[in-house]
């Protein structure tokens, strides 16, 4: 693997664990639902703090935790559903699309409550503009190939959670959503040997849907993403 070669070799970085504990810390606690400045600003600001090969490896660990998080905590509803109903849902991290499209309605979306307390639309929306930004140093401090598994995760939980989750469609999240497909892009192009997109990318590429985005603050459209337009554009460049 060229990433592990490049941290047991020559490419080597020097990386700094308690500067990555400390801005772990920092971007946790001082941004997300809770802070009161707008979420724009909010990935403005992390963005800016994350910079540097340790803000990078925290960037990185801020997308692989979530997606890690979301994954258990649909597991466990899968199983609250099975203990409350008997019925048994299956759920698959590589395309959680046939979970949602099933039991859409009995499913919370995990991205919002998850016990980081990372917020979609602020910590995680920064993490993943940098981790694209910063995509061809990713094979000196991290596994790309585990960390653009873990940014289609995010990307299927987002578009899945438009569809069938009940999940505003606002400016904020289809900013996330336009970071995940560009960050996706720009991380493919800088690997040797890219892995195969996932079949919820590929289903949605097949479609040509514009979603109407709302306004943050109120039910007024402002504009429109068409994911599946977008999807192609920057992942089969």
Same mark, same amino acid.
């Given at each position: 693997?060229?990433?592990?070669?490049?941290?047991?070799?020559?490419?080597?970085?020097?990386?700094?664990? !308690? &500067?990555?504990?400390?801005?772990?810390?920092?971007?946790?606690?001082?941004?997300?639902?809770?802070?009161?400045?707008?979420?724009?600003?909010?990935?403005?600001?992390?963005?800016?703090?994350?910079?540097?090969?340790?803000?990078?490896?925290?960037?990185?660990?801020? @997308?692989?935790? @979530?997606?890690? =998080?979301?994954?258990?905590?649909? #597991?466990? #509803?899968?199983? =609250? *559903?099975?203990?409350?109903?008997?019925?048994?849902? $299956?759920?698959?991290?590589?395309?959680?699309?046939?979970?949602?499209?099933?039991?859409?309605?009995?499913?919370?979306?995990?991205?919002?409550?998850?016990?980081?307390?990372?917020?979609?639309?602020?910590?995680?929306?920064?993490?993943?503009? @940098?981790? !694209?930004? #910063?995509?061809?140093?990713?094979?000196?401090?991290?596994?790309?190939?585990?960390? %653009?598994?873990?940014?289609?995760? *995010? $990307?299927?939980?987002?578009?899945? !959670?438009?569809?069938?989750?009940? %999940? &505003?469609?606002?400016?904020?999240?289809?900013?996330?959503?336009?970071?995940?497909?560009?960050?996706? !892009?720009?991380?493919?192009?800088?690997?040797?040997?890219?892995?195969? $997109?996932?079949?919820? @990318?590929?289903?949605?590429?097949?479609?040509?849907?514009?979603?109407? %985005? $709302?306004?943050?603050?109120?039910?007024?459209?402002?504009?429109?993403?068409?994911?599946?337009?977008?999807?192609?554009?920057?992942?089969?460049?």
């Amino acid at each position: 693997m060229r990433w592990l070669q490049r941290l047991l070799g020559g490419g080597r970085v020097q990386l700094d664990a !308690g &500067r990555q504990q400390v801005l772990l810390r920092e971007v946790q606690h001082q941004y997300g639902a809770h802070a009161r400045i707008p979420f724009p600003a909010q990935v403005e600001a992390v963005t800016g703090m994350l910079n540097g090969d340790d803000g990078l490896v925290v960037a990185a660990r801020i @997308v692989s935790q @979530v997606a890690d =998080e979301a994954h258990a905590d649909l #597991q466990a #509803q899968a199983q =609250e *559903v099975h203990r409350r109903t008997g019925r048994r849902l $299956l759920v698959h991290r590589r395309n959680y699309r046939p979970l949602w499209m099933e039991a859409g309605r009995s499913l919370r979306w995990p991205l919002f409550t998850l016990p980081c307390g990372f917020h979609p639309y602020a910590q995680v929306a920064a993490a993943v503009a @940098v981790v !694209g930004s #910063q995509a061809s140093r990713l094979d000196r401090v991290t596994d790309p190939n585990a960390l %653009v598994t873990h940014v289609f995760e *995010v $990307l299927d939980l987002t578009t899945a !959670g438009w569809e069938y989750g009940r %999940v &505003r469609v606002d400016t904020d999240a289809a900013a996330l959503a336009d970071r995940l497909i560009s960050t996706a !892009g720009q991380v493919l192009a800088a690997m040797d040997d890219p892995p195969r $997109l996932p079949p919820p @990318v590929r289903a949605l590429m097949r479609r040509n849907n514009t979603l109407g %985005v $709302l306004d943050p603050t109120g039910p007024r459209i402002v504009g429109g993403i068409n994911p599946g337009a977008r999807m192609r554009e920057h992942l089969l460049a």
